[in-house]
């Protein structure tokens, strides 16, 4: 949909069930529509009570904010009006602007489009907002926070500004042909496009941890039947997500759920137990156990009494480590402490802390932990160490992280023309041949900030996700 910029837009900027409301209006016929609406002219900046009439009738008091072009968000004329959040009160108001000649209400995410066609913020900066928006929890809400304010836009524009320096060049090249000058230094060019190519492939390898950030880690849940897999998901979610029986392999697919700790969110993933069985049900939901072992970032493996022998401990890990992802934790659990002693506890979990150490060299694991998860003892213990073991995942201030798909995409794009650069260069191929693989990158970064993007079907695609008033 391609919008008229010359129209004055408005939308409730906050949601329905509050007791105020905020109504956002945004064009070059605000300060008409204040004056008309509170009897009064607006001084830019500043909170001015006033009762807003329609028709002469007094609707309510309201606290009306104005913000003149360009030192606004959308970098037009803007008013902010609040008001009590009475559906009668909201309706009437936007309803009488809408109606007047050069009105409309806006679409959802207008008012962060029209803040991008007037330079207020670029694309990613834009995006960002609905991500910020839609934050639940500290990590994402960072995550969001470092993309609005420029982080990821700033990275990119400095090296999409050093590709079009040696495009430039190279055009340069292309022109004088015939004179056989050489405007680029193809050793300056290389070492330049391996800095480039080191810079992008930090962020695309960072796509990943980035998802699970904003999605929740991948936590699964795993043991044989009966170990209390099912418990152990209920007492980490408080509250009853999965059916608990002391029947063997009542669990047999997966069953998910979020958990948010100390502003970080897992997703956590009861599996069905491991065992042979001729149940076919029962074996699909095994070998989907399998899958979300292989993806998981965090493994928590929990053993009940009766314990198994150390022969049988060493062959269960044997069986498990390959099938997990190098950069994933294993966890062992010893759930159902109370039905030991805390002698047989304490020996148990010093030999296994010894074997686990001998059989993984001190990779992929903690030491074990025991918690009982119906008594909900440990479990503070055990978030602790989910935490403890992901932090390194976000605790890194200098890198810039990408959680976006659109993003990751178009990096990816431009990576592979960047090797199709430095492979041409290597080759000793002419400008001719390797502008138009440059050319490329720099068009594949531009689609993040938006600098290369100019049909209005993408925009109108992406902004659609944002909610009304936003």
């Not at 010359?6 to 945004?26: D, F, H, K, Q, Y």
């Not at 989907?288 to 072992?293: A, E, F, K, N, T």
């Not at 025991?370 to 073991?389: C, D, K, P, Y």
Request: hydrophobic share 40%; with cysteine.
């Amino acid at each position: 949909m391609i919008h008229d910029l010359s129209e004055t837009i408005c939308a409730p900027a906050t949601a329905l069930g509050g007791g105020l409301a905020v109504i956002r209006i945004s064009g070059s016929l605000v300060p008409q529509i204040a004056e008309t609406l509170l009897g009064k002219r607006l001084a830019p900046r500043e909170a001015t009570t006033a009762g807003l009439r329609i028709d002469g009738q007094l609707i309510d008091l309201v606290v009306a904010t104005y913000f003149a072009a360009p030192h606004s968000y959308t970098g037009e004329e803007v008013v902010e009006l609040s008001c009590h959040a009475s559906p009668f009160i909201v309706r009437s108001i936007l309803e009488w602007i809408a109606h007047q000649k050069g009105c409309r209400m806006a679409d959802p995410g207008e008012f962060t489009r029209r803040a991008l066609a007037h330079g207020k913020l670029d694309l990613a900066e834009a995006e960002a907002v609905a991500d910020l928006i839609a934050a639940t929890t500290a990590t994402q809400h960072k995550m969001a926070m470092e993309q609005h304010t420029g982080r990821l836009s700033h990275l990119l524009n400095e090296l999409r500004a050093t590709l079009l320096r040696f495009a430039g060049l190279l055009e340069l090249e292309l022109d004088f042909s015939e004179e056989d000058v050489a405007f680029a230094d193809r050793t300056t060019l290389a070492e330049t496009l391996a800095t480039i190519q080191h810079q992008l492939r930090l962020l695309t390898q960072s796509f990943s941890t980035g998802q699970e950030l904003q999605q929740g880690i991948p936590t699964a849940i795993i043991g044989a039947p009966n170990v209390g897999k099912s418990s152990l998901l209920n007492a980490l979610l408080q509250h009853e997500r999965a059916i608990v029986s002391d029947i063997p392999g009542t669990t047999r697919d997966t069953v998910e759920g979020r958990l948010t700790i100390r502003g970080t969110l897992f997703r956590l993933i009861d599996t069905a137990g491991l065992r042979q069985t001729t149940d076919l049900v029962e074996q699909l939901g095994i070998e989907r156990s399998y899958q979300q072992i292989s993806s998981a970032r965090l493994i928590l493996w929990v053993i009940a009494p009766p314990l198994p022998t150390w022969d049988e401990l060493e062959t269960q890990l044997g069986e498990l480590l390959p099938l997990t992802s190098p950069d994933s934790t294993l966890i062992l659990l010893l759930n159902k402490r109370d039905l030991l002693t805390e002698r047989e506890v304490t020996d148990w979990l010093s030999h296994c802390s010894d074997q686990l150490q001998r059989i993984t060299d001190k990779r992929h694991t903690t030491p074990p932990l025991a918690i009982s998860a119906r008594a909900a003892q440990g479990i503070e213990a055990l978030e602790e160490l989910m935490v403890t073991n992901t932090h390194t995942l976000h605790s890194n201030e200098e890198t810039v992280m990408l959680y976006n798909l659109r993003h990751y995409e178009a990096l990816t794009k431009a990576s592979h023309a960047l090797e199709l650069v430095s492979e041409g260069l290597h080759n000793g191929l002419t400008s001719d041949l390797i502008t138009p693989y440059l050319r490329e990158a720099i068009e594949e970064i531009g689609l993040v900030t938006g600098a290369s993007i100019t049909s209005d079907e993408v925009l109108g695609y992406i902004f659609s996700h944002f909610c009304i008033g936003k």
